[in-house]
């Protein structure tokens, strides 16, 4: 079944709340960019959420803001994971150590919040073929993706 999902991708919290908001009923998940947000406080926007959320966390290689590290950002992603959040997506390019650091500690509260792990690769330049592709799904199952 298809879902219908629209990115927020505000400077501020409440503007990202705002859209919450707005969306219900509109679409099925919103996709919460937590790098945009420069007040972020995850626990206070994840709370009570009108509608699913997917939280992302970009580093600027893949158009996003995180200027932290992987290590901050495997943090960011386990916060938002235990904070309410219904998908989180780990970047491909995160070290296995902090994918695998992530994927454990939302395994622990996986059926009490209901969250599902995202394994994303993007490439901005090109569309890889088939075989690099397949290559890249396969590490992404190996790696803990429910999706």
Request: one cysteine or more; aromatic letters at 4%.
């Amino acid at each position: 079944m298809p879902l219908i999902c629209t990115p927020i991708q505000e400077k501020t919290q409440k503007a990202a709340k705002k859209w919450l908001v707005e969306l219900k009923g509109k679409v099925d998940i919103a996709e919460i960019w937590l790098d945009q947000i420069g007040d972020l406080d995850i626990p206070d926007l994840l709370h009570k959420t009108p509608l699913p959320v997917l939280v992302v966390c970009k580093k600027p290689l893949e158009k996003g803001r995180f200027g932290g590290t992987y290590s901050a950002l495997a943090d960011v992603l386990i916060q938002a994971g235990t904070s309410g959040a219904r998908y989180v997506d780990i970047p491909l390019q995160m070290p296995k150590d902090l994918n695998k650091k992530v994927v454990q500690k939302l395994a622990k509260v996986k059926k009490s919040k209901k969250v599902e792990i995202i394994i994303s690769y993007h490439n901005f330049n090109k569309t890889p073929s088939n075989a690099v592709l397949l290559k890249k799904v396969e590490a992404m199952q190996k790696r803990g993706a429910d999706i």
